[in-house]
C-alpha cells in the first residue's frame, strides 16, 4: 500500500520538476563514447555506471537541449536567461533574456536554427531576434520535424502553430485545462494531460487526432497528478508517469491500457530508450529506474544525490541522461 503522502510537501515536490530537465546529443561525441553504438538492451541496462556529473548553474536550472545535428547546446535558467553553447569548445556563443517568466522547457527546433522556451517564446538564434512570442501562458510541444508548434493554455483549446510563418492553422477545442503536451512521432497525434475536473487534476491524458481535431482516446486510472508523458519512438505506445508511482503504458492505436510499471516513488518525468523497449524514470526517492517494458521489470536503479527530476536518452542510446535536485546532471554510460 502506497505510504500517505504530506501535501505540503507533495506541493514543493510538484515545483521541483521547474528545476532540472536534461537531453542529450544527437553526436555520439560527448565525453570521446564510442561512435559504434548500439540500442540498449535489457543485459546491457543492468551494468550501467554514472561516468560523470555536472554541477549545476548559478541560478536555477529549468531546462536543457541539444540541437538535433549536436553542434549546440542551450540552457535556461530561473532568471529568464536562455544561453546557447558551441558544443565543440564548451563556450556561450549566444545569450538571450525572456521577456517574460521562464519556463521549465527549451527546445531546439529541426532546422537547428532557432531555440524556444517552453512557453512559446522563440528566438533565432544566429541573428538574436526574438521571433514569436505567446503572449497568455501556454505551455506547447513541437513535432519532431520542427513544421508545428502545439500550444494550450487558458484558451481550453490546443493552437496548431506552422513554424515557417507563426501562423495559426488549426485549433482543436478540449473543453478543459491541461498542462503536457507531446507530439507522436509522426506528428500526427497529440497527447495532453488534462483536468477533467477541478478536483481531479491532470489525471488524464486524452490523445488528438491532428488532422481532424477530433479525440481519439481518454487515458484514465491514474491517481495523482500526471508529471510524465512520452511516446514510443516506434509510435505504437505512449506512456504516463504520476505521483501515484506508477508509469502505465497505453497502446496508441487501441487506447488499451497494456502495462502497469509500479516504481518505488512518485514520478517526475520519463523517457523512452531509442529502440522502444526500455523506459527511464525519475523518481522524487533520489533514484532514476529503468524498467523493461514489455516484461513489467525493473532491471536497475541508479541513485542520485537529491530527487530526479528529468531523464533522456541520447538518440543513438550511448547515455542516459538524469537531472536532480541536487543541482547536478548526472551522465550514464550505456554498455554495447
Known sequence: ???????????????VHLLAIVTL???????????????????????IRCLTTLPGHANTLLGLAFSQDGRLFGSSTLDGVVQVWDRSTWQVIHEFSAPSLPAW?????????????????????????????????H?????????????HGEELSMQLWRTADWNIEQEIDTDCLGSFLAFSPDGQILALAVNESPNNPNLAVTLWDVATGNKRSTLRGHQNIVHGLAFSPDGQWVAV????????????????????????????????????????????????ELW?????????TLNHGGEVVSVAFSPDGTLLASGA????????????
Open 1 to 15: 500500500m502506497t505510504a500517505q503522502r504530506n501535501p505540503v510537501r507533495m506541493a514543493a515536490r510538484r515545483i
Open 25 to 47: 546529443a544527437a553526436s555520439h561525441t560527448l565525453y570521446a563514447f564510442a561512435a559504434d553504438a548500439t540500442a540498449i538492451t535489457v543485459d546491457t541496462a543492468a551494468s
Open 105 to 137: 522547457r527549451l527546445f531546439f527546433l529541426a532546422d537547428n536554427a532557432r531555440i524556444s522556451l517552453g512557453n512559446g517564446t522563440v528566438w533565432n538564434i544566429a541573428s538574436g531576434e526574438l521571433e514569436h512570442v505567446l503572449t497568455r501562458s
Open 139 to 151: 505551455k506547447v510541444a513541437f513535432s519532431s520535424d520542427g513544421v508545428w508548434m502545439a500550444a
Open 241 to 288: 508517469g504520476s505521483m501515484d508511482t506508477t508509469i502505465r503504458v497505453w497502446e496508441v492505436q487501441t487506447g488499451q491500457l497494456l502495462h502497469t510499471l509500479q516504481t518505488g516513488g512518485g514520478l517526475f518525468d520519463i523517457a523512452f530508450s531509442p529502440d522502444s523497449t526500455m523506459i527511464a524514470a525519475a523518481l522524487d526517492n533520489r533514484t532514476a
Open 292 to 300: 523493461d517494458v514489455a516484461n513489467e521489470r525493473r532491471v536497475t
Open 325 to 336: 535536485y541536487d543541482s547536478k546532471i548526472y551522465l550514464w554510460g550505456i554498455p554495447h
